[in-house]
C-alpha cells in the first residue's frame, strides 16, 4: 500500500486526482499504475485499470487469477467490474469512498451473488493516510474554487479593481445553512481579540463600500470591524429570481453569519436596510452585543404607518427601475468623487444582478402581518425592555426617507438611549460622512466614556 501511496503522489504531481494502485503475482511486484485520465484523455484510465493493464502485460495474460491489487481509494463501480473479470484472487483498499465506492460504500459489486468469480476484499489499510492525499490535493481547490449555483450570479473580482479607498481583501463564506451554497462576500479588517468589534450592515442599494470612511477610524483605534455584503449586493452572489428574496432568509443568514464568526464585544452599526435586519439580532444572543450605532434605519413593525419619505421612495422605485445606482449617491452627497459614486454602481453591471435592488423597497413590512413585522416588535419589546448596552444615534437630517422623525420615533423606543449626533449635511447615507461619526463612537463606546 505505501507503493501505491507513491504512485497516488504521482498523480498528484501530474495534477491527477490522487489514487495509486500496484499488482503482485505470487507475492512479487509486477506492475503499478495511478489516475492518468487528464493526461490520457481517458475516462476509464482509473489508477486500478491502468495497473491492471500493465499486469496483464506482464504475464502475457488477461487472467490474473494469482494477482492481488492494492488501490489507495476504495474502487468504483467501473474498477470493480474490471477487476472481477481480471479473476483477481484479492483487492485491498485504503480510503473508502463514500460517494462513488462499488466495495460496501455506496453498492458492493464484490458481494453480488449471481456472478461466476468472487474476488476477496479488504478495506481500510492505511485509510488514513490514503484519505490524507485526497484531503490536501482537494483541499487548495476548495478553498479557491466555490461552485456557483444555476439560479445566481457572480460578480468577477476584476470589476472591483478600480474601486478607490477600498484596499481590504476579501473574505467569502459559503457554507453557512442558510447560503445553501451560495457565496457570501465580508470585510474583516483588526485584531481578531479586539476590545470591541464594530459590525456594519449596510442597507439597500448599498454595499460594504459604504463604510469605507469608518473602517480606518475603527481599526486605527486598535478595535475589529466586520462589514458583510448581504446577498444580492456588493461582491456577494446575485439571485436572479426576485422571489428568492425573503426577510427570514437574509435575517437567518445574519444570525448565522454572527455565530460562524463567534462575534463578542459587538457594537452594532447599521443603516437602512441594515437596520431593519439588524435591529431583531441582538434579542437572539444579548450577551454578544455591547452598543448600537443606528443611523437613519427604523424598526418596521408593521402597527404604524411608513413614512411618507419612504412611501415615495418605493414609488419612485417602482417607476425607475433601472435608476442608477451611483448617481443616486451622488445626488445627495456633492462631496463624493465621481469614481466613488460609480464604485456604487460595481455590483449591478445589468439587469439580471439587480433583483434585490427591485425587491427590498416593497420587502420592508408595512402591514401587522406582513413577513418580519412580528419579529420586529418582538425587537421593538427587547430594545424597550431588556437592552442592557449603550446606544448612539447619528441622523441625516437631510434624508426624506428615513431622516429625523423617523429616527426620534426609534429612539424612543430604545432603553436609555443616550446621545443623538445630528448632521444638517447629511442625507440617507450618513456613512459618507462617517469619518466624525466613528471619531464619536469611539469615545462614546470607550470603556470608560471619554468626555
Given at each position: 500500500?505505501?507503493?501505491?501511496?507513491?504512485?497516488?503522489?504521482?498523480?498528484?504531481?501530474?495534477?491527477?486526482?490522487?489514487?495509486?494502485?500496484?499488482?503482485?503475482?505470487?507475492?512479487r511486484l509486477i506492475a503499478s499504475g495511478h489516475n492518468r485520465c487528464i493526461a490520457d484523455s481517458d475516462p476509464t484510465a482509473h489508477a486500478?485499470?491502468?495497473?491492471?493493464?500493465?499486469?496483464?502485460?506482464?504475464?502475457?495474460?488477461?487472467?490474473?487469477?494469482?494477482?492481488?491489487?492494492?488501490?489507495?481509494?476504495?474502487?468504483?463501480?467501473?474498477?470493480?467490474?474490471?477487476?472481477?473479470?481480471?479473476?483477481?484472487?484479492?483487492?485491498?483498499?485504503?480510503?473508502?469512498?463514500?460517494?462513488?465506492?462499488?466495495?460496501?460504500?455506496?453498492?458492493?459489486?464484490?458481494?453480488?451473488?449471481?456472478?461466476?468469480?468472487?474476488?476477496?476484499?479488504?478495506?481500510?489499510?492505511?485509510?488514513?493516510?490514503?484519505?490524507?492525499?485526497?484531503?490536501?490535493?482537494?483541499?487548495?481547490?476548495?478553498?479557491?474554487?466555490?461552485?456557483?449555483?444555476?439560479?445566481?450570479?457572480?460578480?468577477?473580482?476584476?470589476?472591483?479593481?478600480?474601486?478607490?479607498?477600498?484596499?481590504?481583501?476579501?473574505?467569502?463564506?459559503?457554507?453557512?445553512?442558510?447560503?445553501?451554497?451560495?457565496?457570501?462576500?465580508?470585510?474583516?479588517?483588526?485584531?481578531?481579540?479586539?476590545?470591541?468589534?464594530?459590525?456594519?450592515?449596510?442597507?439597500?442599494?448599498?454595499?460594504?463600500?459604504?463604510?469605507?470612511?469608518?473602517?480606518?477610524?475603527?481599526?486605527?483605534?486598535?478595535?475589529?470591524?466586520?462589514?458583510?455584503?448581504?446577498?444580492?449586493?456588493?461582491?456577494?452572489?446575485?439571485?436572479?429570481?426576485?422571489?428568492?428574496?425573503?426577510?427570514?432568509?437574509?435575517?437567518?443568514?445574519?444570525?448565522?453569519?454572527?455565530?460562524?464568526?463567534?462575534?463578542?464585544?459587538?457594537?452594532?452599526?447599521?443603516?437602512?436596510?441594515?437596520?431593519?435586519?439588524?435591529?431583531?439580532?441582538?434579542?437572539?444572543?444579548?450577551?454578544?452585543?455591547?452598543?448600537?450605532?443606528?443611523?437613519?434605519?427604523?424598526?418596521?413593525?408593521?402597527?404604524?404607518?411608513?413614512?411618507?419619505?419612504?412611501?415615495?421612495?418605493?414609488?419612485?422605485?417602482?417607476?425607475?427601475?433601472?435608476?442608477?445606482?451611483?448617481?443616486?449617491?451622488?445626488?445627495?452627497?456633492?462631496?463624493?468623487?465621481?469614481?466613488?459614486?460609480?464604485?456604487?454602481?460595481?455590483?449591478?453591471?445589468?439587469?439580471?444582478?439587480?433583483?434585490?435592488?427591485?425587491?427590498?423597497?416593497?420587502?420592508?413590512?408595512?402591514?401587522?402581518?406582513?413577513?418580519?413585522?412580528?419579529?420586529?416588535?418582538?425587537?421593538?419589546?427587547?430594545?424597550?425592555?431588556?437592552?442592557?448596552?449603550?446606544?448612539?444615534?447619528?441622523?441625516?437630517?437631510?434624508?426624506?426617507?428615513?431622516?429625523?422623525?423617523?429616527?426620534?420615533?426609534?429612539?424612543?423606543?430604545?432603553?436609555?438611549?443616550?446621545?443623538?449626533?445630528?448632521?444638517?449635511?447629511?442625507?440617507?447615507?450618513?456613512?459618507?460622512?462617517?469619518?466624525?461619526?466613528?471619531?464619536?463612537?469611539?469615545?462614546?463606546?470607550?470603556?470608560?466614556?471619554?468626555?
Open positions: 500500500m505505501r507503493l501505491a501511496l507513491e504512485q497516488a503522489d504521482l498523480a498528484a504531481q501530474a495534477g491527477e486526482v490522487p489514487v495509486g494502485a500496484v499488482v503482485t503475482y505470487q507475492g486500478e485499470v491502468v495497473a491492471l493493464r500493465a499486469a496483464a502485460l506482464a504475464l502475457g495474460n488477461y487472467r490474473l487469477d494469482d494477482c492481488i491489487l492494492y488501490v489507495t481509494l476504495e474502487p468504483c463501480a467501473m474498477c470493480s467490474g474490471a477487476l472481477i473479470n481480471a479473476r483477481l484472487q484479492k483487492v485491498v483498499f485504503g480510503a473508502s469512498d463514500a460517494r462513488a465506492g462499488a466495495a460496501g460504500s455506496v453498492l458492493d459489486v464484490f458481494a453480488m451473488a449471481a456472478l461466476n468469480h468472487h474476488t476477496r476484499v479488504q478495506g481500510g489499510l492505511l485509510a488514513q493516510e490514503c484519505a490524507k492525499a485526497l484531503r490536501d490535493f482537494f483541499k487548495p481547490k476548495r478553498a479557491n474554487m466555490s461552485p456557483l449555483r444555476e439560479d445566481a450570479l457572480r460578480i468577477p473580482e476584476e470589476r472591483f479593481a478600480h474601486v478607490p479607498n477600498y484596499p481590504w481583501p476579501p473574505q467569502y463564506l459559503s457554507d453557512l445553512p442558510s447560503l445553501n451554497g451560495l457565496r457570501m462576500h465580508y470585510l474583516d479588517e483588526g485584531p481578531r481579540d479586539a476590545g470591541l468589534t464594530y459590525l456594519c450592515l449596510h442597507g439597500n442599494p448599498a454595499w460594504s463600500y459604504l463604510y469605507r470612511k469608518m473602517i480606518p477610524v475603527f481599526t486605527g483605534a486598535g478595535h475589529r470591524v466586520v462589514a458583510p455584503d448581504l446577498i444580492g449586493f456588493g461582491k456577494s452572489d446575485k439571485l436572479k429570481k426576485d422571489s428568492a428574496h425573503q426577510f427570514e432568509f437574509h435575517r437567518h443568514l445574519l444570525l448565522e453569519f454572527v455565530e460562524r464568526l463567534d462575534l463578542k464585544n459587538v457594537v452594532l452599526v447599521v443603516q437602512d436596510w441594515g437596520g431593519i435586519f439588524g435591529l431583531t439580532l441582538p434579542m437572539e444572543a444579548p450577551q454578544r452585543y455591547r452598543g448600537l450605532l443606528a443611523m437613519n434605519t427604523l424598526l418596521a413593525c408593521g402597527d404604524a404607518p411608513l413614512s411618507p419619505g419612504f412611501l415615495a421612495w418605493r414609488a419612485w422605485c417602482a417607476k425607475n427601475v433601472e435608476f442608477d445606482v451611483g448617481k443616486l449617491f451622488a445626488r445627495g452627497n456633492s462631496h463624493v468623487t465621481e469614481p466613488e459614486w460609480q464604485a456604487y454602481n460595481a455590483p449591478f453591471p445589468d439587469a439580471g444582478h439587480r433583483a434585490a435592488l427591485r425587491v427590498f423597497p416593497n420587502m420592508v413590512p408595512e402591514f401587522s402581518d406582513s413577513p418580519g413585522a412580528a419579529i420586529a416588535r418582538q425587537a421593538r419589546d427587547f430594545w424597550k425592555n431588556d437592552w442592557a448596552g449603550r446606544s448612539f444615534l447619528a441622523i441625516g437630517q437631510q434624508d426624506p426617507v428615513l431622516g429625523e422623525p423617523v429616527m426620534r420615533a426609534l429612539q424612543s423606543q430604545i432603553r436609555g438611549c443616550e446621545k443623538v449626533m445630528l448632521l444638517p449635511e447629511a442625507g440617507h447615507f450618513v456613512q459618507e460622512h462617517g469619518q466624525a461619526i466613528a471619531q464619536a463612537a469611539i469615545a462614546f463606546f470607550s470603556d470608560p466614556p471619554l468626555a
